[in-house]
């Protein structure tokens, strides 16, 4: 039987799929599919992917449809050092300003506007657009990129405020913030649940390898193929949280109740875990 898993193309899932044993994973029909969160959870979301990585605001909006693999997460407790808004003005001072999104992301866009207008009581005016730095600044008084792209904007932006928005979700919450989950589609994991637990244990193995030898071979990679110091890209990973334990899921709760309140999603999701021995585990 098939199985598609969706792969995340930015830096910060790579933890988890750098060590996986592709050619063995083909061998038993594991496919893999690469792209940018936004369009990945659409294809999760309509059943052209099983399982991998989503974002957190797809797992809010949809909770039915998935189960969440367990123990595993992209969060940060404070800076995450890729989530950031840039602006032309300071953060208190952006209401009715032009606040351009990128359309790569769903966890972040919402986050972002739970901090505005629900933290700062601001309502800009907000547009989504590719992530291309320059046009966006050029256009907008504020933009917000993820990932790769606001690695590289972060290090060329002069002038201009800078947030990261895992500090400003800690310094409002006190918790982590969860932006990515492994999940995997119900029907999938209750029709083949083999291969969902070979799925788990291949990204908890491959996790493993990455925090067992200090990130160096994904440093290394992420230097060659994005520039910047292997120093940056070691405190990068290492700053990062790639579990999903008591205290991230509090911060996913709180989120996920936030979205509830200001109508972001119409359900408050009773979060789903798979676990392999059981298939499923309790809620939270
Ligand atoms: C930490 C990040 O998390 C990402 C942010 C996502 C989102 O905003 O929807 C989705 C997946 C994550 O890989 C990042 O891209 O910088």
């Given at each position: 039987m098939s199985f598609t898993i969706g792969e995340i193309t930015y830096t910060n899932i790579q933890p988890m799929f750098h060590f996986l044993d592709r050619p063995?994973?083909?061998?038993?029909?594991?496919?893999?599919?690469?792209?940018?969160?936004?369009?990945?959870?659409?294809?999760?979301?309509?059943?052209?992917?099983?399982?991998?990585?989503?974002?957190?605001?797809?797992?809010?909006?949809?909770?039915?449809?998935?189960?969440?693999?367990?123990?595993?997460?992209?969060?940060?407790?404070g800076d995450v050092r890729s989530i950031f808004l840039f602006s032309k003005r300071p953060i208190g001072e952006l209401n009715d300003a032009s606040v351009a999104l990128t359309s790569s992301s769903a966890t972040s866009v919402h986050l972002l506007k739970l901090l505005l207008e629900r933290r700062e009581g601001i309502q800009p005016v907000y547009s989504t657009e590719e992530p291309d730095f320059t046009y966006m600044m050029k256009n907008h008084d504020a933009c917000l990129l993820i990932g790769d792209d606001a690695i590289k904007a972060a290090d060329s932006a002069e002038g201009i405020y800078q947030y990261d928005l895992g500090r400003l979700w800690f310094d409002?919450?006190?918790?982590?913030?969860?932006?990515?989950?492994?999940?995997?589609?119900?029907?999938?994991?209750?029709?083949?649940?083999?291969?969902?637990?070979?799925?788990?244990?291949?990204?908890?193995?491959?996790?493993?390898?990455?925090?067992?030898?200090?990130?160096?071979?994904?440093?290394?990679?992420?230097?060659?193929?994005?520039?910047?110091?292997?120093?940056?890209?070691?405190?990068?990973?290492?700053?990062?949280?790639?579990?999903l334990n008591d205290e991230e899921l509090d911060g996913l709760n709180l989120f996920c109740r936030l979205l509830y309140e200001e109508q972001y999603i119409s359900q408050k999701p009773e979060i789903e875990v798979w676990e392999s021995d059981r298939h499923r585990m309790g809620s939270r």
């Open positions: 063995a994973m083909e061998q038993r029909g594991f496919t893999f599919q690469k792209s940018i969160p936004s369009e990945l959870n659409g294809r999760m979301r309509d059943g052209r992917i099983d399982a991998g990585g989503i974002s957190s605001f797809e797992y809010a909006s949809n909770p039915d449809a998935y189960y969440i693999l367990k123990d595993l997460s992209v969060s940060s407790k409002w919450t006190g918790l982590p913030m969860t932006y990515a989950l492994l999940a995997v589609r119900r029907e999938k994991a209750e029709n083949d649940p083999s291969k969902t637990e070979e799925l788990h244990r291949q990204l908890h193995r491959s996790l493993r390898a990455c925090r067992e030898t200090g990130f160096k071979a994904l440093t290394e990679k992420s230097a060659a193929d994005h520039g910047l110091t292997t120093t940056f890209w070691e405190a990068y990973f290492q700053n990062l949280r790639y579990e």
